[in-house]
């Protein structure tokens, strides 16, 4: 299979602070990798992916960075705000399935 | 949304009753998934469908059967419901024409007393 791991489980952030979560994974079949928001009793929404053959993705104040030697990727927000606060979730894509990380529960403080 | 829902989205039953729960989709999209999500487990796959009649099981579905009889619908049954599979179920859809972009329904709770 793949085994994706997660860090860290739980981060604080100042609004206006930057947000990084960290995400490993085991296979270098793996080739998409999206990442999730996910607020209290809704559904994961899809927040921003990036595929095999980029380094690096950015959409406004989210980015993705992709390091394919070391096998581990990462989501950046920057200036937070009190609404990126959810649980975040990484996950490999490695051919029909998808392998999730365990979450990140990210508060921002105003 | 990608026209996903699911039924029931709250069920509570009791441990060794048979449970089918539903998902269905408006956008003939082949790849179906079921997924639980239990606090420090994130998502996990219970079984995936890559087309009609045509399914595969993912990484905890002991005690769960799926069907897909249509391409619209893909049930997941809990044989003879235990405890340990109370959970919250998402079911998600493959958009192959965006890639390889899974979006979820909006999520079944189950309890099993």
């Known amino acids: 299979g793949e085994n994706v791991e997660q860090h860290p489980s739980t981060l604080s952030v100042q609004e206006g602070d930057s947000a990084v979560i960290k995400c490993t994974y085991s296979d270098s079949a793996s080739n998409y990798f999206p990442w999730y928001k996910q607020e209290l009793g809704k559904r994961p929404q899809l927040i921003i992916d990036?595929?095999?053959?980029?380094g690096e993705k950015k959409d406004q104040r989210i980015a993705v960075t992709l390091n394919k030697t070391a096998k581990h990727f990462s989501l950046h927000i920057t200036e937070t705000q009190p609404e990126d606060s959810a649980v975040y979730f990484c996950?490999?894509?490695?051919?029909?399935?998808?392998?999730f990380g365990t979450g990140t529960s990210l508060t921002v403080i105003p | 949304d990608a026209g996903i829902t699911q039924s029931p989205r709250h069920k509570v039953t009791e441990t060794g009753t048979p449970v089918t729960l539903r998902c269905h989709q408006t956008?003939?999209?082949?790849?179906m998934y079921w997924y639980r999500q239990d606090p420090g487990h994130g998502l996990r796959l219970i079984h995936y469908?890559?087309?009609?009649?045509?399914?595969d099981k993912g990484e905890v579905s002991d005690g769960y059967s799926v069907s897909r009889s249509k391409t619209e619908d893909f049930l997941l049954t809990l044989e003879s419901a235990t405890s340990s599979q109370t959970s919250v179920y998402f079911c998600?859809?493959?958009?192959?024409?965006?890639?390889?972009?899974?979006?979820f329904g909006p999520g079944t709770r189950l309890l099993v007393l």
């Open positions: 998600a859809i493959r958009r192959e024409l965006d890639g390889e972009t899974q979006y």
């Open positions: 469908s890559y087309g009609v009649k045509d399914t």
């Open positions: 956008e003939n999209h082949r790849y």
């Open positions: 990036i595929r095999s053959n980029v």
């Open positions: 996950a490999a894509q490695k051919g029909r399935q998808f392998y």
